[in-house]
């Protein structure tokens, strides 16, 4: 089994004359749980949409346990969009079915069991849930596949603390010694103490990746503190009144 | 248990010093198995790693040991247990007196309102 889970190297994304990644190199481990952070439009969605092979780079390469983004890539990663994708008529039995059919890893009585402990009805339309329990049933579809590496967009944006807490358990308890779970958020308080190591990005470039501990260590502060700091935006002064 | 994070330090620290309170306060009893690493991971709400990384330190300050087949047992040497109560109970007694120092008052003052207190 190849030990780096990730690979990449020179990687860049243009949308047209926008840079969304700028020659990123980066490696990542197996077991590792990691926060991919960064202010709106600093390239968390690109990067992890280019590890799932729904856009192309570039420029750069990129290896998934050292093979190319493939059929071969896809099968190992379970990705969690940032927006739903399934129709509005399909209840969450449904999902599991195309689920099932989709992907040899699926755990259906998981899926099952992870639904009813959130109290999710497994009968009820896509169309008349909230969009917090919307993104509770993505999660358990996701997290019910026994992949490689997890690729979760925004998981815990839209949902309640409690449903947070949940959430970051799951993860905490699914994630296996083989895999990775690669988290991109802005609530970097929630989820801090669940991080191995984080990787900062900042319009399209990484700026640090380093494990939680180093970084408290380090600074003498939390992750979340030195986020701030480093992305504050200044208000602009001046105006009369 | 009860785990608190602070912000300012790594996590796994906190953590192996809030699980040797645990053991000198008796919440973990000499002889008794600790938890897997995965359950406290779980209690509180950490990284497995990070939880790892912290019964590692515990067992470097002899206050666990790890068994070869089924986790960790508290140690059962006293003297062991005992210095690290000691160990706590000065940072106890400094951070009264540090306490004091921020309200204004001097050690000998600090010691006098400690007497006062218990009588």
Known sequence: MNEKLIECSGLGKRYGAKRALDCVDLSVGRGRIIGLLGPNGSGKTTLIKILCGLLQPTSGKVAIAGEAIGAKSKAIISYLPDRTYFANWMNASDMFDVFEDFYADFDRKKAESMCKSLGIEPKEKLKTMSKGTKEKVQLVLVMSRKAQLYLLDEPIAGVDPAARDFILNTILTNYNQEGTVVISTHLIADIEPVLDEVIFLKEGKIMRHQSVDDIRSEEGKSVDALFREIFRAHPVEGGEF | ?119
Do not use: C, F
């Open chain 2, 1 to 119: 248990m009860d785990w608190k994070l602070t912000d300012d330090r790594p996590i796994w620290l906190q953590l192996s010093e809030q699980l040797a309170r645990g053991i000198i306060s008796g919440v973990y009893p000499p002889g008794s198995r600790l938890p897997s690493v995965r359950e406290l991971a779980m209690q509180a709400g950490v990284n497995p790693n990070t939880m790892q990384r912290a019964l590692a330190q515990l067992e470097q300050d002899g206050l666990a040991k790890a068994e070869r087949t089924a986790g960790r047992i508290v140690t059962e040497d006293l003297q062991v247990l005992e210095k690290a109560r000691l160990a706590e109970a000065k940072i106890k007694a400094s951070e009264y007196l540090h306490g004091m120092e921020q309200l204004g008052y001097d050690k000998a003052q600090a010691v006098e309102m400690l007497k006062e207190e218990t009588k």
